[in-house]
Nanobody
Framework: QVQLAESGGGLVQAGGSLRLSCAASGSIFSIRTMNWYRQAPGAQRELVAAITGGGVTNYADSVKGRFTISRDNAKNTVYLQMNSLKPADTAVYYC???????????????WGQGTQVTVSS
């Protein structure tokens, strides 16, 4: 069984910073892509940032230049450094892992339970 656990959310003032972490655990052999999504109240879940095992990154236009995604493949952990936060960044942030190959030969996609980020004005 593969599990993802996010941490690092909280309340911050506009202009501040937060760093989210997401650790994948279980019988993992490899993970193709790790992502951060977010969902604000009444809105659809949207992709914030993604990173492949080789370090190729992709960002939503709304966070380019402010957020940085990184990954530690040895620890199966992905990070999201969020700077210059805005009230519009307030949402539940979810980690996902795509193309997870387990040591038992299975492959699948997994989601974390989410962590709340609230940015006050």
């Amino acid at each position: 069984q593969v599990q993802l656990a996010e941490s690092g959310g909280g309340l911050v003032q506009a202009g501040g910073s937060l760093r989210l972490s997401c650790a994948a655990s279980g019988s993992i052999f490899s993970i193709r892509t790790m992502n951060w999504y977010r969902q604000a109240p009444g809105a659809q879940r949207e992709l914030v940032a993604a990173i492949t095992g080789g370090g190729v990154t992709n960002y939503a236009d709304s966070v380019k230049g402010r957020f940085t995604i990184s990954r530690d493949n040895a620890k199966n952990t992905v990070y999201l450094q969020m700077n210059s936060l805005k009230p519009a960044d307030t949402a539940v942030y979810y980690c996902s892992a795509e193309g997870v190959a387990t040591t038992f030969g299975r492959r699948g996609d997994y989601w974390g339970q989410g962590t709340q980020v609230t940015v006050s004005s």
